[in-house]
Nanobody, 121 residues
Framework: QVQLVESGGGLVQPGGSLRLSCAAS????????MGWYRQAPGKQRELVAA????????YADSVKGRFTISRINVVKNAVYLQMNSLKPEDTAVYYC??????????????WGQGTQVTVSS
């Protein structure tokens, strides 16, 4: 089993920045893909950013150019999401996820507990 623990959420004004962190523990050798999802009230959970086992990354169109995913891959135990130029529509609960496969799909093997990000003036 893998445990994922997120941190770094909070309240920020529009245009501000936040950095989310996710630390993995347990059977981390089984992890390949890692990334971040978010779910806003009344909306479906969506993939925000992902990092594959080969080191490639992909982003939702809505966050391209503003968010950056990075990962400590040597021991596969941490992933980060730098969020800049935040907008009110980025408000959501952000979830760290990990999977044994090479890419993240709609139902990753492991989920964190979520961290709230609120963008408001």
């Amino acid at each position: 089993q893998v445990q994922l623990v997120e941190s770094g959420g909070g309240l920020v004004q529009p245009g501000g920045s936040l950095r989310l962190s996710c630390a993995a523990s347990g059977s981390i050798f089984s992890i390949n893909a890692m990334g971040w999802y978010r779910q806003a009230p009344g909306k479906q959970r969506e993939l925000v950013a992902a990092s594959t086992s080969s080191g490639s990354t992909n982003y939702a169109d809505s966050v391209k150019g503003r968010f950056t995913i990075s990962r400590i891959n040597v021991v596969k135990n941490a992933v980060y999401l730098q969020m800049n130029s935040l907008k009110p529509e980025d408000t959501a609960v952000y979830y760290c996820a990990a999977d044994q496969s090479r890419s993240l799909g709609p139902n990753p093997d492991y989920w964190g507990q979520g961290t709230q990000v609120t963008v408001s003036s």
